[in-house]
């Protein structure tokens, strides 16, 4: 009986913890419509012509960017908050891996929405498509 309801308690942590996930696709598997709030980075210079992780080669002036979860291919709108400047970026890689980073713009994508001498920014996320 004891393991029974231990095996309870388990499945009950586990699906609450998945229901607090941030990151989780709507209806029919569909992310259109997610939005995140937090910092947003850009791509160190060192960077340059490597290959993401959907096998595109990185380039400054593309407006790409790196999201932990969300599709590749996936276009999102990307608003900065102090200043209300947006860009619409595509995903092509992964990351942050920084603890409290919500996404890894291109140098030329940030550059557009915020001073990149500033090297993080606030920023909400949402997903286009």
Known sequence: MAVTLKSI???AFLSLMAGCSTAQ???EG???GFSETGKASYYADSLQNRKTASGDIYKHEFHTAAHKKLPFGSKVKVT???NGKS???EINDRGPFVKGRIIDLSKSAFSHIGDTSLGLIKV???VLR
């Open 87 to 89: 860009i619409v970026v």
């Open 9 to 11: 308690l388990l499945v």
């Open 80 to 82: 900065n908050l102090s």
């Open 30 to 32: 569909s992310w259109a």
């Open 25 to 27: 696709p709507g209806a």
């Open 124 to 126: 909400k996320i949402e």
